[in-house]
């Protein structure tokens, strides 16, 4: 009976639909693997396909290819350690979530997942058949159990791989990044150890997926709930795990514990990679963005330098008329201090034009909204101009308050591809630029040191659409708006909740409004890295169309 198992664990970012890319992957991963010495090389959850694969995996052409890629695997790895790796797989008219054993050229064992997620960015239920449970499978002599991601997060699954001769559990994931996601993972964790007194290796992905990141941050604990080992957050890596069999049972050898990021840090660093992930897979190789001189801007091109290099961004100052002497400084010190290219496009003359090509239809009007979104829409369309010739990918650049009471042009500042920072509230853009001023990291492609001006950061927040314009004329001060946002939007409050929580009725009701009449803002707007449970788009569906608003209370 062996005595000792080591485990090669590839922490890896799998990119949805290539499936021969991801084959390839897993094959250095075992070869990686079989070079260590180890009897198993495990990936995640649904890696040949990549993952989160919404529809795409229900078209059988897709779905058989990807089993054909795994069988594939099995025989071209029968020679050496077993593989473990995730895909879809089909039986009768069921398509199940599945984790797949190969060894000895064929598919020695599978795994199927039986609670679906279906709730936040998951529509598991709609996709895939739920599965019995099953007893683990063997490789070498150890009999492993294989909970598929939520099925770790119940105690019955774990329990009855125990039950029924389990000795370690290997857990694949496909666990997506939301603010303090690692310590909600590990208390579960840690209640399966407890509960079954088995080792537990947590192996999750790595890299973006349209709007999601996957953090990584793989672990392993020993009964009791002690880590012996945690792979870095947001790095792909190879680790290799030694099991040893001792008195009280299967026990991980101490290995290398990586240091936990602080949640701003961790925050930057997923608007980064999601970015540099988004811009790879999608096939863009250089973004550009409209540089306003204000906070929001200088924080996307931060992003964007830090993702992409210097070298690979644009950024394009378009001021009118109202556009402030400081804004226009403000703006070419950030270009110049990141190293990017900086370009100088007035409007005046478009909007001129534009103005006088509506005289006749506008006539004798006042002036109002229509004439300062003229402006936001002409730079628009001068971003989507250039990013047309020049092959680059435009950024928008409104933040989470913004977004969320439409406080943004369609059609002109929300126009592009891409959002880094829509799911940062304003006050945590302040706080993650004061953060990125104050560090710098290896994974960073920018440089070193202050990158934003301190007056980008302290100056009054202004769209400069109109004469002395201010964010604070339309919306309560960003503090006051965040916290009623949080209440509204992140626990899904009511305008009473707001009241007792201390902020006006009548700013709580005005904002739930502007909330609500917004929606077909959001559900044009280009997708953005999700931080937080309660992103705009798949963690929060509304309808656009929708007269209620909360019932109207006194104190």
């Given at each position: ?5 080591r ?20 094959r250095r991963?075992?070869?990686a693997?079989?070079d260590?010495g ?8 649904m890696?040949?396909?990549?993952y989160?694969t919404?529809?795409?995996?229900l ?9 054909a ?23 009768g ?10 060894q000895?050229?064929?598919v ?8 679906l ?11 895939f058949a739920?599965a ?12 492993i ?33 939301h ?11 840690v209640?399966r150890?407890v509960?079954t ?12 997926q ?33 099991l040893?069999?001792?008195e ?17 840090e ?9 970015l ?11 973004v ?6 204000g ?15 210097p ?11 109202y ?26 003359k ?28 002409l ?7 250039l ?10 650049t409104?933040?989470k308050?913004e977004?969320?009471v ?10 592009g ?12 853009v302040?706080e993650i ?13 920018g ?8 007056r ?22 960003y503090?006051?708006l ?7 939007v992140?626990l ?20 739930e ?13 280009a ?10 788009w798949?963690?929060r ?7 209620w608003r ?6």
């Open positions: 009976m062996a005595e000792t198992f485990l090669t664990l590839a922490q890896l970012n799998a990119v949805v639909g290539d499936i021969e890319g991801n084959a390839r992957a897993a991963a075992w070869e693997g079989r260590a180890a009897d198993l090389v495990a990936l995640p959850e890696f040949i396909t990549g989160n919404q529809d795409l995996v078209k059988p052409a897709f779905h058989l290819e990807a089993i890629a795994i069988e594939a695997l099995a025989a071209e790895c029968a020679e050496g350690p077993a593989l473990a790796i995730g895909g879809p797989w089909v039986e008219a069921s398509l199940f979530n599945a984790y797949f054993i190969l000895g050229g064929h020695a064992a599978r795994v199927l997942k039986h609670h997620p279906n709730a936040a960015v998951f529509d598991e239920e709609r996709i739920s019995p449970v099953t007893g683990p499978y063997v490789v070498d002599g150890l009999r159990g294989s909970p598929i991601c939520e099925d770790a997060w119940y105690e019955d699954v774990a329990e009855t791989l125990a039950e029924t001769g389990a000795e370690i559990l290997l857990v694949p994931n496909g666990s997506p990044y603010r303090d996601k690692f310590d909600l993972r590990l208390n579960h964790m209640s150890v509960e007194g088995l080792p537990l290796v947590y192996l999750n992905l790595v890299g973006g349209d709007d999601q990141i996957f953090d990584g941050g793989s672990f392993v604990l020993n009964p009791g709930g002690q880590m012996a080992l945690k792979m870095p957050v947001f790095d792909e890596e190879i680790a290799h795990l030694d040893e069999r001792t009280a049972g299967w026990r991980a050898a101490p290995g290398a514990v990586a240091p936990h990021p602080d949640a701003l961790q925050d930057y660093r997923a608007t980064t990679e999601a540099r992930d988004y811009c790879r897979k999608a096939g863009f190789g250089k550009l963005l409209g540089l306003s001189g906070v929001d801007s200088a924080l996307v091109a931060a992003i964007a330098v830090d993702a992409l290099g070298e690979n961004v644009r950024c394009v100052m378009l001021p009118s008329a556009t402030s002497d400081h804004s226009l400084e403000d703006a070419k010190a950030v270009a110049e201090t990141l190293g990017c290219t900086y370009d100088f496009v007035p409007i005046d478009g909007r001129a034009a534009i103005t006088e090509t509506l005289a006749p239809l506008f006539g004798d009007l006042p002036a109002d909204l229509t004439e300062e979104n003229i402006q936001s829409r730079r628009g369309l001068l971003l989507m101009a990013s047309n010739k020049f092959g680059e990918m435009l950024l928008t409104g933040n308050s977004v969320a439409g406080y943004a042009t369609i059609y002109g500042d929300m126009a591809g891409y959002n880094p920072i829509k799911d940062l509230y304003k006050t945590r302040f630029c004061r953060w990125r001023n104050a560090h710098y990291r290896d994974w960073m492609k440089p070193d040191g202050r990158v934003m001006p301190d980008v950061i302290s100056k009054p927040p202004s769209a400069e659409l109109r004469e002395d314009q201010k964010d604070s004329d339309s919306l309560p001060d503090p006051v965040d916290g009623i946002l949080e209440i509204l992140d899904d409050g009511s305008v009473a909740d707001c009241v007792a929580a201390g902020y006006a009725r009548e700013d709580a009701a005005k904002v409004h502007l909330l609500f009449i917004s929606e077909y803002k959001r559900f044009q707007s997708p953005g890295t999700r931080l937080s449970a309660k992103a705009f798949l963690d569906r509304y309808p656009i169309v929708n007269r909360s019932p109207s209370s006194e104190d």
